[in-house]
Each structure stands twice: as C-alpha cells, then as structure tokens.
C-alpha cells in the first residue's frame, strides 16, 4: 500500500526498464526517489 499521487511518483523517476506486457499493457519497471510504502503485508 502507498500513498504517493501518480503525478508527483512519475515526477520522481530516476530510470526506467525494458518494459513488459502486463494485461495487455507495456509497463516498464521504475525506480522512483522519495517512494516510501506505508504498511507491510503479511502475504510476503
């Protein structure tokens, strides 16, 4: 879970991958500055 505006998460990108189709889309991977998330999963 996060809470970060797409806006300001795509304002922050600092390199982006070699995208990968994921439901019909081109998604590249991203690392972003400043991303925080704001709890954990127990799932992982």
């Known amino acids: 879970?996060?809470?970060?505006?797409?806006?300001i998460m795509l304002n922050n990108i600092?390199?982006?991958g070699k995208p990968e189709r994921i439901n019909g889309n081109l998604i590249p991977p991203m690392k972003l500055r400043d991303f925080t998330f704001?709890?954990?999963?127990d799932a992982v």
């Open 1 to 7: 879970r996060f809470n970060e505006s797409p806006v």
């Open 14 to 16: 600092e390199a982006l």
């Open 38 to 41: 704001t709890s954990l999963s």
